[in-house]
């Protein structure tokens, strides 16, 4: 046995959207964009999606937008991934980080109150495994102290949380289509607002500073007016190598029609799991998860042992992990750290099971068996 933690589930569906790409000679960006762009808007309804070439570029330019005040603070959770944070670092903000929930492991709504001041401009809420953050208290909580909200939507993707898409509490939502999440483009990531006018930047942010990308330029060229100043463009603001292309694109949208069924899968191994760890001793659900109502990315346990139960795993083939080692203490972030005493301990007992949709049935009971086996 060889079991993945992680694995993108691509196939032929895939690959015939590419050769068209191939087939039209436009790689680059271009119409697929475009294309995947409406199809999120879409699926998640929003007014305006834009696609990047990571999360990580979408939580830069999040923040971005603002055009905050340099040092000004944000409130970001300190079990999440590097990008949540070193995005406030590109922006020359600083990060405040916020400990975690007990139980659910999104933000503590008591250490928010507790690290809250006045420099404080925005919260990043992390959906942490796609278990939604209470967004429905979150929301008024920050807009009574005027901060912005941006949500890291990369563990969830078509997530509802009280009948509202994950993504669409705040005032923007950030994605990821990195290789390991719910949906892939092998790199890529979406922006996305209800306030078109917030992003009204982005397009020309994500593409050096030009509000025009290639592909009008080329149209126009061709088709429209020959007279044209097809090959102007003006230079306003600062931008930055982040499109998405239509190769990544053209992944995406066969990814997209595959994704309920995706999800539908990642919902049945994680009943799975629940069942079969439900009487083990010494080991428990990472959090209260809930795969009938929500979508996750991740699953996980909390084990005693933690350190000998991931090697006896590996002896047995089964890949594992942590996510994660909590920023606060990470050496990059630890001057603005130390101070998320739950987690900062706590993570020592957290494994990271494979889940992916193409893991089988079979495979998930020699990964039960094997944790049962384990004394
Ligand atoms: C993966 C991830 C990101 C970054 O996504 P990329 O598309 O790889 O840049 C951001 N936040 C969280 C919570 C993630 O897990």
């Known amino acids: 046995m060889n079991i993945r933690l992680f694995k993108p589930s691509v196939g032929k569906e895939e690959l ?61 959770p300190s079990l999440t991934f590097s990008s949540t944070a070193s995005a406030v670092l ?63 939507c990369a563990h969830t993707t078509g997530s509802e949380y009280m009948g509202k898409k994950l993504g669409t509490w705040g005032d923007i939502g950030c994605f990821s289509f990195e ?21 009204k930047n982005v397009r020309a942010m994500r593409w050096v500073g030009i509000d ?18 097809h090959w102007f463009y003006e230079l306003s603001i600062l931008g930055y190598k982040y499109n998405m292309n239509d ?7 066969a990814q997209l029609i595959k994704l309920p069924e995706m999800n539908r899968r990642r919902s049945e191994i994680i009943k ?19 795969p009938d109502k929500y979508i996750y990315q991740m699953f996980g346990i909390r084990a005693e042992k933690r350190d000998d139960l991931m090697i006896f795993l590996k002896s047995k083939g089964i890949a594992t992990g942590c996510h994660y080692t909590p920023l606060s203490i990470q050496p990059l972030f630890i001057k603005w750290g130390n101070n998320c005493p739950f987690i900062e301990k706590e993570h020592n007992h957290f494994i990271t099971l494979p889940l992916h949709a193409d893991l089988e ?15």
Not at 212 to 229: C, F, G, M, P, R
Not at 247 to 253: E, N, Q, T, V, Y
Not at 275 to 289: C, K
């Open 16 to 76: 015939e959207n590419i050769k068209d790409a191939f087939d039209r000679s436009w790689i680059g960006l271009g119409p697929k964009v475009n294309e995947f762009e409406e199809a999120w808007e879409h699926f998640i309804g929003c007014e305006e999606a834009i696609a990047l070439n990571s999360a990580t570029a979408a939580l830069h330019l999040a923040l971005a937008v603002f055009g905050f005040q340099k040092s000004k603070k944000v409130l970001v």
């Open 212 to 229: 025009k990308d290639n592909w009008k330029t080329a149209v126009e060229y061709t088709s429209v007016n020959k007279d044209a100043l």
């Open 90 to 152: 590109y922006n020359g903000l600083i990060p405040v980080f916020v400990d975690s929930d007990p139980l659910t492991l999104g933000m503590s709504l008591d250490d928010l109150d507790e690290k809250y001041n006045r420099d404080c401009v925005a919260i990043i809420p992390v959906h942490y495994c796609g278990h939604p953050v209470p967004m429905d208290k979150i929301v008024p909580w920050a807009r009574e102290r005027d901060l912005k909200i941006i949500e890291d």
């Open 272 to 290: 799975m799991y629940l069942d079969g760890i439900r009487n083990t001793e010494l080991i428990s659900p990472l959090l209260p998860f809930d």
């Open 247 to 253: 190769l990544a694109a053209s992944i995406g949208l």
């Open 179 to 199: 290789e390991k999440k719910l949906m892939t483009t092998g790199d890529g990531g979406m922006i996305i607002s209800n306030d078109s006018d917030l992003l």
């Open 361 to 375: 049935n079979g495979e998930v009971d020699y990964i039960i068996e094997n944790i049962e086996a384990y004394k």
